[in-house]
């Protein structure tokens, strides 16, 4: 569906986008994971023909991504990052101009228009201007006016910022549910639990590189540990806590220690080690590492800044 090869976008002296290659394959639910500042926007402007790369190629189903094409425009969906609304107008005379801007007219326009509001649960409010809507709303407004032109290619660039959960719920059920009938979707988040309920595959991106990607269960064999350890950050753990550094790496973070041991260590001599300080087992839970876990591996920080 998309590819990108060797692509390097620059911002003056900034490299945004490192050389990145990729394939998007038809019907895929792909997951973009980095932090602020990753190049993720960058991708997703290129991606969708807003802006040139610098060096290296995009095709979308085939064909060099231009925005003066009007097939690069019909074929996808962008969902900015920023909510792209008119405040002062209501949902219905917003969808009304986006649905225009794609040369859909009539009962067709309205048709699409009547159910896009259905899906997100808007359609009481669709007379009401957009200022008057919640974040979350504004949110799922801005998310199927990218749809009433039923692309094949949904650019979702985090679209959860700011939203409350239970739209956030929505619009997972709803991006999930287009998915299934058969849209692509690549969707960036700086939210591992999104990645990783969302995406059949996940890149991790971080400085305008991918340099990891596939589905959750391979990105974890990217990790030399296959539990980690975690146990409340407490003056009573803290002469454990001491002795770890040097058997693999501890991540503390509200108020817990996170254990992510070395290849050759033994998590037997862990617990040998607890015990030896008097630490009760009930302190410690062993658990699948995250791809909190992945990225920090892989980059040497933390995907919240
Ligand atoms: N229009 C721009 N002009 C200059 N620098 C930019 C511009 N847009 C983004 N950048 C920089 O490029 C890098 C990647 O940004 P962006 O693609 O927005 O990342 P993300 O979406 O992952 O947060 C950042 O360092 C950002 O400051
Ligand atoms: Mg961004």
Redesign the pocket.
């Known amino acids: 569906m998309l590819s990108l090869r060797s692509v390097t976008k620059r ?2 002296a ?1 490299t ?2 490192d050389g990145v290659s990729l394939d998007i394959a038809r019907g895929e639910f792909f997951g973009l994971l ?12 290129l991606a969708a023909g807003l802006r040139s790369p610098d060096a290296g190629t995009l095709t979308l189903d085939g064909g060099v991504v231009t925005p003066a094409d009007p097939r690069t425009r019909t074929s996808l969906g962008l969902v900015p ?1 920023s909510i792209a609304l008119y405040e002062e107008l209501s949902a219905d005379q917003n969808l009304r101009i986006f649905g225009a801007l794609y040369g859909l007219r009539g009962a067709q326009l309205r048709r699409r228009i009547d159910e896009a509001l259905a899906a997100v649960q808007l359609t009481d409010r669709r007379r009401d201007p957009v200022k008057t809507f919640s974040g979350g709303m504004q949110r799922r407004l801005n998310l199927v006016a990218a749809l009433l032109h039923q692309p094949k290619l949904l650019l979702c ?2 679209p959860t910022v700011g939203v409350d959960p239970q739209s956030r719920n929505a619009i997972f059920d709803y991006l999930t549910a287009l998915n299934r009938a058969g849209l692509t979707i690549i969707y ?1 988040t ?1 939210y591992m639990e999104e990645a990783t309920r969302l995406c059949s595959r996940i890149g991790i ?1 971080d400085h ?1 590189r991918i340099p990891a990607l596939g589905t959750l269960d391979e990105l974890l064999t990217r990790l030399p540990f296959e539990e980690e350890i975690s146990f409340p950050a407490t003056p009573e753990t803290a002469p454990l806590a001491a002795l770890l550094g040097a058997d693999g790496t501890l991540v503390s973070a509200d108020g817990r220690h996170r254990f992510q041991p070395r290849a050759d260590f033994r998590l037997s001599a862990f617990y040998t080690r607890a015990e030896a300080l008097g630490l009760p087992p009930r302190l410690f839970t062993a658990a699948r590492p995250t791809l909190e876990a992945v990225f920090l591996h892989l980059t040497g920080r933390n995907l919240r800044e």
Do not use: V
Not at 34 to 45: E, H, Q, V, Y
């Open positions: 911002y003056g900034l945004a986008l980095g932090p602020n500042g990753a190049g993720k926007s960058t991708l997703m402007a990052q660039d985090e960036s700086h991106i305008g």
